[in-house]
């Protein structure tokens, strides 16, 4: 039987530092935040620099949110072998329109109104996506440290295909992500608040990475990669 692996991305990366501490951590990809409105934005060329420092098979994420089409062909080509995630009101064809591989966000209510959103539907229609990307609805769009109803869906249904096509995210932390894991089996987690630094009086300091924070949650990762595949030897 093959053995699961839970591929990890870091996402909302501002400084040098926090990229390479991400990659020697065991990152899979690094998430840059192209939405102007949040606080852990960077324009493409701050993006491009910190992807420059990428070894191979570390993937650069470009996170864009209602971007105009010359917004993200100029994003494409200051990082060309960048994945882009959609995280606002992008449709089918908005997504397809940037004529590169894509992410997919889902943008799920807390609580119970989570219940009344139709997952399989939202997978059908982003068939196109390389993956889809689990959040929670917050104002705003991403990175608010909030966690959806993990048990909400489906998520052995043949058009969800967890375990090869779903990204958790949304609150995950080194705490929690473990649970989260072996839950939903997700391809992928993608964390940003969850691993941020913090001031002297406990708030989260945006866009600037705690690399302990990093180290254990990827530490995590790997510790519920060991359970699933326990579990399933």
């Known amino acids: 039987m093959t053995s699961h692996r839970t591929r990890i991305k870091i996402c909302g990366l501002t400084r040098e530092q926090d990229v390479d501490a991400a990659v020697q951590a065991g990152a ?22 910190l992807a420059r420092r990428l070894p191979a098979f570390v993937t650069p994420v470009l996170l864009m949110v209602n971007a105009p089409p010359d917004e993200i062909a100029n994003a494409c080509s ?35 109104a989570g219940k009344g959103f139709d997952l399989v539907k939202y997978a059908i229609d982003f068939t196109a996506a390389q993956a889809i990307l689990l959040d929670a609805q917050v104002d705003g769009y991403g990175g608010g ?22 990204v958790l995210s949304g609150g995950l932390t080194p705490a929690n992500v ?16 969850g691993v941020e630094a913090v001031d002297s009086n406990g708030k989260a300091l945006k866009g ?4 302990q924070r990093v180290h254990d949650f990827i530490t995590a990762v790997k510790a519920a990669d060991t359970q699933l595949n326990a579990s399933s030897g």
């Open 28 to 49: 899979d990809a690094i998430g840059f935040v192209l939405y102007g409105k949040s606080p852990r934005y960077v324009q493409p060329q701050r993006a491009a620099e």
């Open 208 to 211: 600037i990475k705690d690399a």
């Open 78 to 112: 200051a990082v060309p072998n960048a994945l882009l995630q959609f995280h606002g009101d992008e449709s089918p064809p908005d997504c397809a329109a940037a004529g590169r591989p894509y992410i997919r966000a889902a943008r799920i209510p807390m609580g119970d």
């Open 145 to 166: 440290g909030q966690s959806f109803d993990w048990t909400a869906f489906p998520w052995s249904h043949p058009q969800l295909n967890a375990s090869s096509r779903l």
């Open 178 to 193: 473990i649970d989260g894991i072996l839950r939903v089996r997700p391809w992928a987690v993608d964390v940003s608040s």
